[in-house]
C-alpha cells in the first residue's frame, strides 16, 4: 500500500465515523498541528493527545463536520491533501466551508507528521 493509498483510507474511515480505524494508522508519537488562530490551535503528540484536543472538540464550534478530499498528491513520504472542511453552524444550522491544505508525513505505513493549513480568520467568521 503506498503512502497516498494509507492517507486515503484514513480520510475514509474519518467520514464514515470510524475513528479507532483512523488512530490506528497513527504513529505513537505523531505530531499532530492545528493551525495558529483555528479554534484548536496546538501542536499535539500522540494518538490520544489528538483524539482529546481534535476529534472530541470540533463539536465544541460545529455540527457535521467533514473533510472533502478533492485531491491527493503524494511523493515518497509526503501526502497532501487539497480539499475543504464543512460543518453546520452551531446555532443556525447554516452550511459552512472552507478551503484547507493538510501535509502528512509517513515512516513505515503510519501517519508521523499532520501539519493543517487553513483560512483561519475565515473559520473564525464563519463560526461567529
Known amino acids: 500500500m503506498t503512502n497516498k493509498e494509507i492517507i486515503e483510507g484514513l480520510y ?10 483512523v488512530v490506528a494508522k497513527f504513529a505513537d508519537d505523531i505530531s499532530w498541528t492545528e493551525a495558529d488562530g ?8 500522540g494518538p490520544q493527545a489528538v483524539v482529546e484536543n481534535v476529534f472530541m472538540r470540533l463539536g465544541e464550534f460545529s455540527d457535521d ?31 459552512c466551508a472552507v478551503r484547507m491544505a493538510h501535509v502528512w508525513t509517513l515512516a513505515d505505513g503510519k501517519a508521523t507528521n499532520f501539519l493543517q493549513h487553513v483560512d483561519t480568520a475565515m473559520v473564525r467568521e464563519l463560526i461567529k
Open 12 to 21: 475514509q474511515s474519518f467520514a464514515s465515523g470510524d475513528v479507532p480505524a
Open 38 to 45: 483555528f479554534p484548536l490551535a496546538g501542536t499535539y503528540i
Open 65 to 95: 463536520w467533514g473533510v472533502v478530499v478533492n485531491r491527493l498528491v503524494g511523493d515518497g513520504d509526503t501526502v497532501i491533501a487539497d480539499g475543504q472542511y464543512t460543518w453546520k453552524h452551531k446555532e443556525s444550522g447554516e452550511p
